[in-house]
Structures are given as structure tokens and as C-alpha cells.
């Protein structure tokens, strides 16, 4: 019996599979750091629904579009992220002027998403919409 029949063909070794899976995971890490995506929404141009849909003095939670849309004043329009400024959770209330947080209960002005009550500290971000006639897409 000769030697080569007691060793199989060589397969690749230890290092050089562990050497290509740490080339696959550098390359997907640059990729997504090398993302133009500037951390906006990107589902612009996205309708959300329409004008009648959103009380006045009030709003409607769009929550697979992440926004929440409000009318503090009779046909005036804002839109602000849905994620609590406080540890991220989804916003799922508005009444009495305020958008409210069930992690901690805070709480937002419709208005500009200020604060109103803590333990939020930073404002909801403002999202960019447009409404043309009765329809609020985002911008």
C-alpha cells in the first residue's frame, strides 16, 4: 500500500477556510459603511393616507412607514419619526395634543414633537411629507 492512498486528496486547509469567511465578513462590513443611504427614510414618495384621516389636534401612527403624521392646527401638517427618542421603542398613542410612548411613557407634542414628559429627553425627529390635495406621502 503506498502513502498516497493513506492521505485523501487535500482539501482546503483550516486556515485558508478561515481566512476566506473573514474576507466575506470584512467585505459585507465595508459595504454596508459604504451605504448613501443618509439614515433618512427610504420610502420616500410612499403615501400614507389622506387628510381626513388625521384628526385635527391629533394624529395617525403610520407604523410601517415609521412615522407618526399630525394636524396640530386646522390643515396644517407634520410628520415626525415614530421611535422614542428615549430607548427606541414604537410610539402607539395620540390624545390631548400629545403622542405617547408605552416603554416609559413619554411623551410628545403633535405640535413640534417636543417633550412634554419625560424620560425622553430629546425631541421625536421631524420627517419630511407633502400633501397634494387630500393625499400625505412621504417627501
Request: aromatic content about 2%; charged content about 15%.
Amino acid at each position: 500500500m503506498s502513502s498516497e492512498t493513506l492521505h485523501p486528496t487535500s482539501a482546503p486547509s483550516r486556515r485558508t477556510v478561515v481566512a476566506a469567511v473573514g474576507a466575506v465578513g470584512v467585505a459585507l462590513t465595508l459595504n454596508a459603511c459604504g451605504s448613501d443611504d443618509d439614515g433618512a427614510s427610504s420610502a420616500s414618495g410612499t403615501a400614507l393616507g389622506k387628510t381626513s384621516d388625521i384628526p385635527e389636534g391629533g394624529g395617525k401612527i403610520f407604523a410601517d412607514a415609521g412615522v407618526v403624521v399630525t394636524q396640530p392646527t386646522a390643515g396644517e401638517y407634520k410628520a415626525f419619526s415614530s421611535k422614542c427618542t428615549h430607548q427606541g421603542c414604537a410610539v402607539t398613542g395620540i390624545a390631548n395634543g400629545v403622542i405617547t410612548c408605552p416603554c416609559h411613557k413619554s411623551e410628545f407634542s403633535v405640535t413640534d414633537g417636543s417633550v412634554k414628559k419625560g424620560p425622553a429627553t430629546q425631541p421625536l425627529p421631524e420627517e419630511k411629507i407633502s400633501v397634494s390635495g387630500d393625499s400625505i406621502s412621504l417627501a
